[in-house]
């Protein structure tokens, strides 16, 4: 952290719309074009929305607070959201979603976490997570520079995953000759 950077809590920073989630059984969904999300994700797709404005999602139960599992994510749009995960409206004039949802999916959150046998990051908890604060510009740049390194991450995995089914592909093509044309011995 920067000399000049604040550090403040969520709660602080963030409008917690929690209170407007809403959870329906899977046997009382009904099926539409809206997504569903759940603590870590899409779950289903139903006939209606809860919200529709960009937010920022974070698992309350259902989901790992580690540094680097992800636990926070985007969503923007249409959406209904359940009650596994907290809904956050960043103070946009103080807070990037991205750099809230970089500094949360990166923070070990398992200290703001209680519960032995279902763990659970109450609200009160997520309101008391400290956010390190550099100004705006401050944080789109570094925002833009993360966003770039985890472009290129991304892309090198895909190369990585399509090389390796090309190589499979060639072994197996090669050992299908190895066997058609047998010879003696």
């Known amino acids: 952290m920067k000399n000049g950077w604040q550090t403040t809590q969520l709660?602080?920073?963030c409008d917690v719309l929690d209170y407007?989630?809403?959870?329906v059984t899977k046997r009382d969904r009904v099926a539409g074009e809206y997504p569903y999300y759940g603590?870590?994700?899409v779950l289903d797709y139903v006939d209606g929305f809860l919200f529709d404005e960009p937010l920022v999602l974070v698992g309350e139960d259902g989901a790992k607070?580690?540094?680097?599992?992800n636990s926070?994510?985007?969503?923007?749009g249409r959406v209904w959201v359940n009650n596994h995960a907290h809904v956050l409206r960043p103070h946009r004039t103080k807070l990037l979603d991205n750099w809230l949802i970089y500094h949360l999916n990166h923070a070990d959150l398992t200290e703001f976490v209680s519960g032995l046998t279902v763990?659970?990051?109450?609200?009160?908890?997520?309101r008391e997570i400290?956010?390190?604060?550099?100004p705006l510009p401050e944080q789109q740049r570094i925002v833009g520079i993360l966003d770039e390194a985890f472009e290129g991450i991304a892309t090198a995995k895909a190369n990585a995953?399509?090389?390796l089914k090309n190589a499979r592909a060639l072994f197996e093509s090669h050992l299908q000759s190895i066997f058609a044309h047998r010879g003696d011995g």
Not at 65 to 69: A, F, I, P, R, V
Not at 130 to 134: C, E, F, G, N, R
Request: proline share 14%; aromatic share 6%.
């Open 11 to 13: 709660g602080d920073l």
């Open 65 to 69: 607070w580690e540094s680097g599992e």
């Open 130 to 134: 400290p956010i390190p604060l550099p």
């Open 39 to 41: 603590a870590t994700g």
């Open 72 to 76: 926070a994510f985007a969503v923007a």
């Open 20 to 23: 407007k989630r809403k959870p």
């Open 119 to 126: 763990p659970k990051l109450n609200q009160g908890s997520l």
């Open 161 to 163: 995953e399509k090389n």
